[in-house]
């Protein structure tokens, strides 16, 4: 089975930030790669598909790059509402999630 | 509008049976491969199982391979799991989601979540 780790855990940020977040797998995934964010009593949404393509009503300032195994989100200029959970998930094989990375306020 | 609504979770002891339910309205469910997500209180998402729009095609992780058996009912628009042989650690709340037409395992629209606790 295809793990996921994702790094850091938790991230402490403020409104302005440019913040990035580290997804890696356990083989080669391609691009097969998303994120989604899910914010507190809510259903996780969709940002980035196929490692770097914006889902539609995206703000631009989420951008994803990488491939193979290894992954980055970024958050340029961090809004209030991207306080959130951050997820990975590989879709190469299976449907792996990466284990989260909590954004707070700093 | 589209729209995911699960049902039929509870309280069940180990080693007992759920059967959860989706209904769906507002897309062509018989186009999309449907999946179940699941998610452990205060943990992260894992995908469960999913099923190929005519319902020929099944996938399950490894953990419930053999104990979920994931169905859907094109002519009523809705998806169900049938659950068996439950563990503790089948307790979370389980999500119905369809995914992105043509994309793979990748979901777009999300219901709001059945909670499932398996508990003595």
Request: glycine letters at 12%.
């Amino acid at each position: 089975d295809i793990q996921m780790t994702q790094s850091p855990s938790t991230l402490s940020a403020s409104v302005g930030d440019t913040v990035t977040i580290t997804c890696r797998a356990s083989q080669n995934i391609n691009s097969w790669l998303a994120w989604y964010q899910q914010k507190p009593g809510k259903v996780p949404k969709l940002l980035i598909y196929k490692a770097s393509s914006l889902e539609s009503g995206v703000p631009s300032r989420f951008s994803g790059s990488g491939s193979g195994t290894e992954f980055t989100l970024t958050i340029s200029s961090l809004q209030p509402d991207d306080f959130a959970t951050y997820y990975c998930q590989q879709y190469n094989t299976g449907g792996t999630f990466g284990g989260g990375t909590k954004v707070d306020i700093k | 509008e589209v729209q995911l609504e699960e049902s039929g979770g509870g309280l069940v002891q180990p080693g007992g049976s759920l059967r959860l339910s989706c209904a769906v309205s507002g897309f062509t469910f018989s186009s999309h491969w449907m999946s179940w997500v699941r998610q452990a209180p205060g943990k992260g998402l894992e995908w469960v199982a999913n099923i190929s729009p005519d319902g020929s095609g099944k996938n399950y992780v490894g953990s419930v391979r053999g104990r979920f058996t994931i169905s859907r009912d094109n002519a009523k628009n809705s998806l169900h799991v049938q659950m068996n042989s439950l563990r503790d650690e089948d307790t979370a709340v389980y999500y119905c989601a369809t995914e992105v037409l043509g994309a793979g395992r990748i979901f777009d629209y999300w219901g709001q979540g059945t909670l499932v606790t398996v508990s003595s």
